[in-house]
């Protein structure tokens, strides 16, 4: 017998485990990261920075799935800390295109901890969370195909 998803424990639903891995996520973060001088959104925008260096605001904020408008107080506290530079573009003013420092292409040495305490710290294998990851990636690109127009 099958159940009905308006049945489901909480822990049943998908929602609430990733919302919850989530979470744990952020929390095993959270110390390193304060010890860093970092929060988990500014390490976000870092991590698209050392994807590719010399992003427009709109990139960033696009690669992330958020408003320039969130992504532009995170980049001003950025630059403010040393991790990066702002310039607008002579050719458009509107447009802000942010850069890495050296600090913050340090940063990225500095940061690897992270990845060290999710492994230790979820019990899991390297392999197993690159697969995981992949599953919650197909999930998003699935779910973001039918929302988007």
């Not at 049945?7 to 929602?15: F, S, V, Y």
């Not at 891995?21 to 929390?27: F, T």
């Not at 001088?37 to 990139?59: F, H, I, N, R």
């Not at 420092?101 to 305490?117: F, N, P």
Request: include cysteine.
């Amino acid at each position: 017998m099958t159940r009905s998803s308006s049945h489901l424990t909480l822990d049943e639903k998908l929602c609430f485990s990733l919302y919850g891995a989530s979470m744990a996520v952020g929390r095993t973060y959270k110390p390193i990261l304060d010890q860093l001088g970092l929060t988990y959104p500014q390490y976000l925008v870092l991590s698209v920075l050392w994807e590719k260096d010399g992003m427009a605001v709109g990139a960033i904020a696009d690669r992330l799935d958020l408003e320039p408008s969130t992504v532009t107080p995170l980049v001003k506290r950025l630059e403010a800390a040393g991790f990066v530079t702002r310039r607008r573009n002579p050719a458009d003013e509107r447009q802000v295109t942010v850069s890495l420092t050296d600090r913050g292409r340090a940063m990225r040495t500095e940061s690897t901890c992270l990845a060290d305490a999710l492994v230790a710290g979820s019990g899991l294998t390297l392999e197993r969370l690159a697969a995981l990851n992949r599953e919650v990636r197909a999930l998003r690109e699935a779910l973001a195909e039918k929302v988007e127009p």
